[in-house]
């Protein structure tokens, strides 16, 4: 049942970007950076946290899960902190998938060749 909710959930995510693609003038950069920001604000009223109760790994894989734990860093850093911390927070427990995009994307940018 685990995979089956996961599949409703990233689905539901990939329909609801899919639409706004189709029918809208958004780029796939605008659609990717206001579902960070969607995540961010499910997030900061615990919303989130429910849906990766119900959807378990569901929720964790698509882009919103990364506002998501954006948010947690933030509001952690600042528990920890102060205001200062907000950064502190968000470098601190996002730096690892960050430096893994940086450094997937320089390995694919030195293989792979443009076409134009």
Do not use: W
């Amino acid at each position: 049942m685990n995979y089956v909710l996961a599949f409703i959930f990233a689905g539901f995510v990939c329909l609801i970007a899919q639409i706004i693609y189709d029918n809208t003038k958004l780029t796939p950069g605008h659609i990717t950076s206001l579902f960070v920001v969607i995540g961010s604000f499910l997030d900061l009223f615990h919303i989130y946290d429910r849906l990766i109760e119900i959807f378990h790994a569901g929720a964790m894989v698509p882009i919103t899960s990364f506002g998501h734990s954006l948010m947690h860093a933030a509001m952690a850093g600042v528990e920890k902190y102060g205001v200062f911390g907000v950064f502190i927070g968000i470098f601190d427990l996002t730096a690892a998938g960050i430096s893994a995009a940086i450094l997937f994307a320089f390995l694919a940018a030195i293989i792979f060749k443009p076409r134009s």
